[in-house]
């Protein structure tokens, strides 16, 4: 059966990010979209831009386009947009599949949620851009993001990455702008060699799927950069959740 594939992308990245794992969804015979948030095209000014403005464009795409039975795939940052528009979209959801993503809960920041060497790192990077954005140094993604690829391949999508609004990382969503509550089915997929966020308290398990109750929890092939390394694996296992709901 033919299935409808929103996938959302992570911080510095746009709906390009997706076309690895796009290109395999749709030679499966799916329809999918991977649309970019606001403040991270290439002619986007990202100043000002918020989370709320990130959950409404989500909410704006899938209505004007009358979307139904959706399943969504959220990575990364990409968790707190479609934190803030589950509960509008929820009628229109088939599933929301979180890839190492952060699922926000009310009064916590994406900011608040990440280890304190992080939160250091990306305040000065903040406050050295001129324009309240944060741009990862290429150690860092090279060695924490996207360590399973050659240093060449990591520099190319290094290169493509976009200045991220702070404010979409500062901002703290509302009781509404979280999955807490939101009847619609959901899973958990976790990179197995995703470095992104450190293991322990920090880690993206248990800590994230355990907010979304009792769902299922599927470690795929990768980094987090897995769809660019490892698409294919990553593909599968995304087709597999849709077709088990």
Not at 56 to 74: K, P
Not at 102 to 112: H, I, K
Request: net charge negative.
């Amino acid at each position: 059966m033919s299935e409808t594939f929103l996938l959302i992308h992570g911080a510095w990245h746009g709906g390009w990010a997706w076309q690895p794992v796009a290109a395999r969804l749709r030679a499966a015979g799916h329809r999918v979209l991977a649309p970019t948030s606001p403040g991270l095209g290439i002619d986007d000014d990202p100043r000002g831009v918020t989370l709320a403005d990130c959950a409404d464009a989500l909410v704006d795409h899938v209505e004007r386009r009358n979307l139904t039975d959706v399943t969504v795939v959220a990575h990364s940052w990409g968790g707190y947009v479609i934190g803030g528009a589950e509960r509008r979209l929820a009628r229109r959801l088939k599933q929301v599949i979180f890839y190492s993503a952060f699922v926000p809960r009310a009064g916590e920041s994406l900011r608040d949620a990440l280890p304190p060497g992080h939160r250091a790192v990306f305040d000065e990077s903040s406050r050295a851009s001129g324009d309240n954005t944060v741009t990862p140094s290429f150690e860092f993604f090279a060695s924490s993001l996207m360590q399973d690829a050659d240093k060449a391949t990591a520099r190319v999508v290094h290169q493509l990455l976009r200045p991220h609004p702070y404010r979409t990382v500062t901002d703290a969503p509302t009781a509404d702008m979280t999955p807490s509550g939101v009847d619609v089915p959901s899973a958990y997929v976790v990179g197995a060699e995703d470095h992104g966020l450190p293991p322990g308290e920090y880690g993206w398990v248990p800590r994230f799927p355990e907010r979304l109750g009792d769902v299922p929890v599927v470690r795929t092939p990768g980094s987090h950069e897995a769809l660019f390394t490892r698409p294919e694996e990553l593909s599968r296992t995304l087709l597999g959740l849709a077709n088990s709901v």
